[in-house]
Structure formats: C-alpha cells, structure tokens
C-alpha cells in the first residue's frame, strides 16, 4: 500500500501562486494512478488534477482549474506536484492527494483507494 502527506498549502491573495506536494512512502513503484481532489466548505469533494503511472498520456484536469494548475510528479523523489496559478476565492478548498493502482481514467472520488489527509488552502480578495 502507499501512504500520502500533503504539503504547502496556506493563506495567499487571489491573483497569487502555490504549490502542493504530496510525498509517497511505502509501496512507491509508479504503478499507481496520482490525483488532486479538493473538497470547499459545504460541498462535495472535487476531482481537479490527475496523472496516469509512468506519466501515460496526458494528465487529467477539470475544467475548473485547466489552464491554471499543473499537476506534475518527481519519481525519483516519490513526489507529486499541483502547481496553483492565478488563484481566486473560489479555489478556497481543504486540497487531497489521492492514488489509486493502475490506470484509473476519470476523477472520481470513489475510484481512489488511498488519501493523505489533505492540507488547507485560502484565498482572499
């Protein structure tokens, strides 16, 4: 099994930039499927980022956050990236690394098997 912990999030004004990462121990061959859930206050949890193993095809992103975030993933440090730009208030949101074995061809919650804990990202205006 894989066990994930976020990092990087916190408190930047809309227009600003971060980055997440999401460091992997355990079983750590790039065989698993990689995303970024986010989940708001009072909403249900979001699939926005996600990167098929081995970096197969193109990354999967949602039509909230494409053209704005990159998701991106160091092997060798067993690493995966969401990098943030052009944030805004809407993108407030406890953020999850999420993983699942194999090739999984959607971001849908319920597809993931293994979750960090998520990390808090705030926006203001």
């Known amino acids: 099994q894989v066990q994930l912990v976020e990092s990087g999030g916190g408190s930047v004004q809309a227009g600003g930039s971060l980055r997440l990462s999401c460091a992997a121990s355990g079983d750590t061959r790039n065989t698993y499927t990689m995303a970024w859930f986010r989940q708001a206050p009072d909403k249900g949890r979001e699939g926005i980022a996600g990167?098929?193993?081995?970096?197969?095809?193109?990354?999967m992103y949602s039509d909230s956050v494409k053209g704005r975030f990159t998701i991106s993933r160091d092997s060798a440090k067993n690493t995966l990236y969401l990098w943030m730009n052009r944030l805004t208030p809407e993108d407030t949101a406890i953020y999850y690394c999420?993983?699942?074995?194999?090739?999984?061809?959607?971001?849908?919650?319920?597809?993931?098997?293994?979750w960090g804990r998520g990390t808090q990202v705030t926006v203001s205006s």
């Open positions: 999420a993983a699942e074995r194999g090739h999984v061809w959607n971001l849908v919650p319920s597809q993931y098997n293994f």
């Open positions: 990167l098929l193993p081995t970096d197969y095809g193109s990354p």
